[in-house]
């Protein structure tokens, strides 16, 4: 049974740092390229990194370049996302996802909520 199991969210302080955690389970971890999504409510959801299999590739959204980082440790199974700077925008659910050609799956999300 495939699993992804997000951790690591809750309230910060505008300025602050969390770091978000997705446990995978259930595949071939080392074989999939992994991603954070997030979103706020009202709007849609939005790809805010990815990382590939071989973790020599990474991408980011405009808005978060420079303040997150994505990576990964294929030995636990699991895809991180260091957040810094934080601003309030960045308020939203946080969603891991794997893919593998036409194979995706999706965790449930954690709550990042950045407020004063």
């Known amino acids: 049974q495939v699993q992804l199991v997000e951790s690591g969210g809750g309230l910060v302080q505008p300025g602050g740092s969390l770091r978000l955690s997705c446990l995978a389970s259930?595949?071939?971890?080392?074989?999939?390229?992994m991603s954070w999504f997030r979103q706020a409510l009202g709007k849609e959801r939005e790809l805010v990194a990815v990382?590939?299999?071989?973790?020599?590739?990474?991408n980011y959204a405009d808005s978060v370049k420079g303040r997150f980082t994505i990576s990964r440790d294929n030995a636990k199974n699991t895809v991180y996302l260091q957040m810094n700077s934080l601003k309030s925008e960045d308020t939203a659910v946080y969603v891991c996802?794997?893919?593998?050609?036409?194979?995706?799956?999706w965790g449930q999300g954690t709550q990042v909520t950045v407020s004063s």
């Open positions: 996802k794997a893919v593998l050609g036409k194979e995706n799956w």
């Open positions: 259930g595949f071939t971890f080392s074989r999939y390229a």
């Open positions: 990382i590939g299999s071989s973790v020599t590739y990474t």
